[in-house]
Nanobody
């Protein structure tokens, strides 16, 4: 049963932009927080950005000033606008929803619903 579906990944040159989308079911979208995580081959899963029900956001230091997380509450869609992309941003990006905490968090164990991921590749 799929409740989170990512889209918008692809290949882009360094400095380019992509916007990832995550379509959520009403149940998963009602979670306390939603976020984006990424994982590159051979590396640990990394929290990228998160947003809670009040709209408060949290970003990893590596993406601050370049990425923006937002949500469309009418269509139940979570977005990640990615600007000035760098090769080190190359990874599989996952959308996640959680109810363990009422505030935005980049801790993976706080999330209990995950999408299948969308690949982002940035070339130099």
């Amino acid at each position: 049963q799929v409740q989170l579906v990512e889209s918008g990944g692809g290949s882009v040159q360094s400095g380019g932009s992509l916007r990832l989308s995550c379509a959520a079911s009403a149940y998963t979208y009602s979670a306390n927080c939603m976020g984006w995580f990424r994982q590159a081959p051979g590396k640990e899963r990394e929290g990228v950005a998160a947003i809670d029900r009040d709209g408060s956001t949290t970003y990893a230091d590596s993406v601050k000033g370049r990425f923006t997380i937002s949500q469309d509450n009418t269509k139940n869609i979570l977005y990640l606008q990615m600007n000035n992309l760098k090769p080190e941003d190359t990874a599989m990006y996952y959308c996640a929803a959680g109810s363990a905490t009422p505030i935005a968090t980049l801790i993976a164990v706080d999330y209990n619903f995950w999408g299948q991921g969308t690949q982002v590749t940035v070339s130099s």
